[in-house]
């Protein structure tokens, strides 16, 4: 279990699903079950656009926080269909979801667009949620950790220490994401712990690696997560397919609540 006293994080990441009334109703029922609770993890929204409005009215003054599933990096401009992060800041977003896999693979987004994003982002004060992930071919031939670690390191160019105190990472294996297949828990954890390493290694800092959160994404469930939460380098979730579901999706919060609770145990025993 994390000994490290970061923080817990559980973040719903809800893709292109919803209406706005679907997305106010799941919202709802969330904040009501997080109301009051003590030990809460980080409760993190993410909805499509659309709903961002309707969301964030439905959070406001509750603990679960609001994120955007992907942005532009620029601030404005002729860019037919893209939402700037003024935009999101102008909304009462905390959260941006940046590289996820399904952006990778249908929407031709870079190791280097996810640079310019994750810039953008911290210069806006957004709490970034950086994935990266190797494919099942890449991991078949024996690439994840070249594939993760170069991920990583190409995200990070060019930013400053200072700059990461916000910054979340999630390894989401492509191969586990939407597919039932989940990555052993023990494999997800040595992974987080090599996304440590290779900022260790970025910024010859220890220290930093071990205060950024590292979430796991790839097929998450109440049935999966407890195993996930037990091990030392995973900090949370990112969930897809189980967030869409309320009473799923607050089982894996008192999961992350679970946790929080026994490491509060832990440290006064
Ligand atoms: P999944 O998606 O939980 O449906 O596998 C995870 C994600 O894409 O973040």
């Given at each position: 279990?994390?000994?490290?006293?970061?923080?817990?994080?559980?973040?719903g990441n809800w893709k292109m699903n919803?209406?706005?009334?679907?997305?106010?109703?799941?919202?709802?029922?969330?904040?009501?079950?997080?109301?009051?609770?003590?030990?809460?993890?980080?409760?993190?929204?993410?909805?499509?656009?659309?709903?961002?409005?309707?969301?964030?009215?439905?959070?406001?003054?509750?603990?679960?926080?609001?994120?955007?599933?992907?942005?532009?990096?620029?601030?404005?401009?002729?860019?037919?269909?893209?939402?700037?992060?003024?935009?999101?800041?102008?909304?009462?977003?905390?959260?941006?979801?940046?590289?996820h896999s399904e952006?990778?693979q249908?929407?031709?987004?870079?190791?280097?667009?996810?640079?310019?994003?994750?810039?953008?982002?911290?210069?806006?004060?957004?709490?970034?949620?950086?994935c990266?992930g190797e494919t099942l071919d890449?991991r078949e031939?024996?690439?994840?950790?070249?594939?993760?670690?170069?991920?990583?390191?190409?995200?990070?160019?060019?930013?400053?220490?200072?700059?990461?105190?916000?910054?979340?990472?999630a390894y989401e294996p492509v191969w586990a994401i939407g597919t039932g297949k989940v990555c052993e828990a023990f494999e997800a954890?040595?992974?987080?712990?090599?996304?440590?390493?290779?900022?260790?290694?970025?910024?010859?800092?220890?220290?930093?690696?071990?205060?950024?959160?590292?979430l796991y994404g790839g097929s998450v469930k109440a049935s999966n997560i407890d195993e996930q939460l037990?091990?030392?380098?995973i900090?949370?979730s990112l969930v897809g397919g189980a967030s869409l579901n309320?009473n799923e999706f607050?089982s894996l919060?008192?999961s992350?609540?679970?946790?929080?609770?026994?490491?509060?145990?832990?440290?006064?025993?």
């Open positions: 279990m994390n000994e490290q006293k970061r923080p817990v994080i559980i973040a919803k209406t706005r009334a679907e997305a106010e109703a799941l919202a709802k029922a969330i904040c009501q079950a997080a109301e009051g609770q003590r030990d809460l993890p980080a409760v993190v929204l993410a909805p499509p656009f659309t709903s961002l409005p309707a969301v964030v009215s439905v959070c406001s003054g509750s603990q679960v926080k609001v994120g955007a599933q992907n942005m532009d990096h620029r601030d404005a401009g002729a860019y037919t269909g893209e939402v700037a992060p003024p935009m999101l800041v102008d909304l009462g977003i905390s959260y941006v979801i940046i590289g952006r990778r249908y929407f031709g987004e870079s190791n280097a667009t996810v640079n310019l994003k994750l810039k953008a982002a911290l210069q806006h004060h957004l709490i970034p949620i950086v990266v890449e031939n024996g690439l994840t950790d070249a594939v993760v670690s170069r991920q990583t390191a190409a995200a990070l160019a060019d930013l400053e220490r200072s700059q990461l105190d916000t910054l979340i990472i954890n040595r992974v987080c712990k090599l996304i440590r390493v290779t900022i260790a290694n970025l910024y010859k800092d220890k220290e930093l690696a071990q205060s950024v959160p590292v037990a091990c030392s380098d900090d949370g309320a607050i919060i008192k992350g609540q679970k946790r929080i609770s026994l490491q509060a145990a832990e440290s006064c025993s």
